[in-house]
């Protein structure tokens, strides 16, 4: 049976690479002390990310009629925001800046991701690096591609030469010892703080397996799409598949192959294995 396509992947790319170029990219290592905000614990959000966002949500909405949008800046704003995600309608989910406190460092390890979601799946995710010069798209059913060269996840490999992405910072205190102590188990382990910039990594097979202990969907929607049409497996401890409307829920594990996210999952939370 064929897909029907709400949208042109070619055009959604197209948009996303040109905001980043116009309003993202001649921000970096480029803010003014005004042009970034502090929205609690830590969390900042940029001029770049506002202005990012703000295109973003008008263009997408614009080119499928419709449709309605979640960025991740209005939803802090008003909390109501991501309730959207439970509509009948095609939702828009955007990330105008994953990675802002990287961002803000001057640490290129940021992204600008968009996701469509229909009826609680992703069909389309897009995730743009733009110091890299690439973006990983992926459409439901059709693979996943870097700038137009398809990608595929890592074959399964003994833990001890597994690469992960064991994000720690928001682990609870009653897990994050024993999920610290197991990153000694793998050959290494990168914190990267961009959750784009990690489901790239496992797509193309520079990484082997991930958690994040926040699951919010400008976070994941994209990114766990790329994955899996890569040949990966996204999923919580319980093997419960992701899905956008998932977001209260904690401890998502990514990973190049169902293989390796059990013995990942195994390691990390051997009392749910």
Known sequence: MTRMRHVDPVRVVALVEEIAAQEVTPRFRNLAAGDIT???GGDYVTAADAHAERR???DLAALLPGSIVIGEEAAHEDSTVIDRIADSRPVWIIDPVDGTNNFTRGNPLFAVMVAL???DESILGVIHMPMRGVTAVAERGSGAFLSGTRIQSAAPRPMGEMRASIHTHYLPKDVKGSITSATDDFASNEQIYCAGQVYAG??????????FWR???WDHAMGALILEEAGGHVAFADDER???SLYKRTGLIAASGHETWAAVRD???PARS
């Open 38 to 40: 502090d929205k609690g």
């Open 56 to 58: 973003l949500t008008a």
């Open 117 to 119: 979601v229909v009826n």
């Open 202 to 211: 496992l797509a193309e097979g520079r990484l082997d397996g991930a958690l």
């Open 215 to 217: 699951t919010k969907p």
């Open 242 to 244: 992701y899905r956008p």
């Open 267 to 269: 390691r990390l939370f």
